[in-house]
C-alpha cells in the first residue's frame, strides 16, 4: 500500500478550490428538479418497487452521475426524466415544467447502438433536426458543426455498420445534441466498450460537456467512470430504489486519467465502494462454502 493510501482524507474534506467550485455549482439555476419519485411495475410475481420517493436536484451544466448495484432501478430513472414511462407517483421538472412524455429538450443515449443504419452519420444527425421542422440545407448545415465536435468530419458519409462501437457512441451523441437538448440523459453508454475506448471516450465526453450548454445526467455501475466525469453522484440503494447519499466529488478539473490514484480520488472512490458494498455483503460474498478435493496437507498458499 502506497503512504497516500494509508493517510487517505475523507472524501468530503476539500481545498479551498473545489470547496468554493461547489458554492458556484449551488448557486447555478436548477434545470431537472425530481420530487419524490415512485415507480411500481405489476409483474406476474408481485408488485416491485424499482424507485421510492427519490427526490434530488440537478443545476444547468452540471455533470451529474447516478450509481448503484444492477436492479436499483438506474434505468427506470432515466426513463421516467425521458417521458418513457409514467411515474406512479412523485414527479421530475424540467425548467420547472412537468416532464409529461419525450421532448427534443430531452437527449438520450443508451448502452446499445440506436442508430438508424440505413442512415449515414449525416443521416443520422440531421433526422431529430429535420424532424422538428428544420430545413434540409440548415440541418445539414448544423449536423456538420456536431459531427465536427465529436471529431468524425471524416465519417459523415459512412453508415453504422462501417464505424466501431466507439464512433457509434460518438455519433449517438451528436445526434443527442443536434435537437439542442437541456439534459443529456445517458444510460451506460459506454459499457459496451472495451476499456480503452471507453477511458478515451470518457475523455471526450468531458471535452464536449465543456463545450457545449448542456446538463448531463450520466448513469454508470462503474465507480471509476463515475468519480471521473461527475460533479456530484448520487448513490442509489436496491429494492427498493432509494437516494442513499448524494456525493461531492472533490477531484479538480480538468480531469485526467492521471489522477486515478490521487488521494481525493481514491478517498471518493472508497466512499462510494463501501456505500454500494457494505463490509457486511463483502464478506459473504468472499466466503464460500468450499468443499476440499485436495489430499489433506496439500496446502497452497
Ligand atoms: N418494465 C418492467 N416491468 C417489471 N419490472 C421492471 C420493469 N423495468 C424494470 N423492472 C424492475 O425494476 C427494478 C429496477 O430495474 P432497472 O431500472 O432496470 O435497474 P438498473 O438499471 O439499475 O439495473 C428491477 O427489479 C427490475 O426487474
Ligand atoms: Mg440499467
Known amino acids: 500500500m502506497t503512504p497516500d493510501l494509508l493517510k487517505l482524507p475523507h472524501y468530503r474534506e476539500q481545498s479551498p478550490e473545489v470547496a468554493a467550485r461547489f458554492e458556484r455549482l449551488r448557486k447555478r439555476p436548477i434545470v431537472m428538479e425530481v420530487r419524490a419519485l415512485t415507480k411500481r411495475f405489476s409483474t406476474p410475481r408481485g408488485e416491485v418497487t424499482a424507485l421510492d420517493a427519490v427526490s434530488f436536484s440537478v443545476h444547468r451544466r452540471e455533470f451529474m452521475c447516478v450509481i448503484g448495484a444492477s436492479g436499483c432501478g438506474k434505468s427506470t ?4 426524466l425521458a417521458g418513457l414511462e409514467t411515474p406512479t407517483s412523485g414527479e421530475a421538472l424540467l425548467d420547472g415544467r412537468p416532464v409529461r412524455g419525450p421532448g427534443p429538450d430531452r437527449g438520450m443515449v443508451f448502452q446499445g447502438y440506436t442508430l438508424f443504419p440505413w442512415l449515414t452519420v449525416k443521416g443520422n444527425v440531421m433526422f431529430g433536426p429535420r424532424m422538428s421542422g428544420r430545413s434540409g440545407p440548415a440541418a445539414e448545415q448544423d449536423a ?13 458519409n459512412a453508415y453504422p455498420h462501417q464505424l466501431s462501437g466507439g464512433m457509434k457512441q460518438r455519433v449517438a ?4 445534441l443536434a435537437n ?3 439534459v443529456l440523459l445517458m444510460d451506460e453508454p459506454f459499457g459496451a466498450l472495451d476499456a480503452q475506448t471507453r477511458s478515451q471516450m470518457q475523455h471526450y465526453l468531458l471535452q464536449i460537456w465543456k463545450n457545449v450548454d448542456v446538463t448531463i445526467v450520466f448513469i454508470t455501475h462503474d465507480l471509476d467512470e463515475a468519480v471521473y466525469l461527475a460533479d456530484r453522484i ?3 440503494d436496491p429494492h427498493p430504489g432509494r437516494v442513499r447519499e448524494v456525493v461531492e466529488v472533490p477531484v479538480p478539473r480538468p480531469r485526467s486519467p492521471d489522477q486515478f490514484l490521487t488521494p481525493p480520488f481514491l478517498s471518493v472512490r472508497r466512499h ?4 454500494i458494498h457494505p463490509p457486511s455483503e463483502k464478506q459473504a460474498q468472499r466466503d464460500l462454502p468450499i468443499v476440499r478435493l485436495t489430499e489433506v496437507g496439500d496446502d497452497v498458499e
Open 144 to 156: 456538420r458543426q456536431w459531427i465536427d465536435l465529436v471529431g468524425l468530419s471524416r465519417f459523415e
Open 173 to 176: 451523441i451528436a445526434r443527442a
Open 180 to 182: 439542442r437538448p437541456r
Open 234 to 236: 448520487l448513490v442509489l
Open 272 to 275: 462510494l465502494d463501501t456505500l
Open 77 to 80: 430513472l432515466a426513463r421516467l
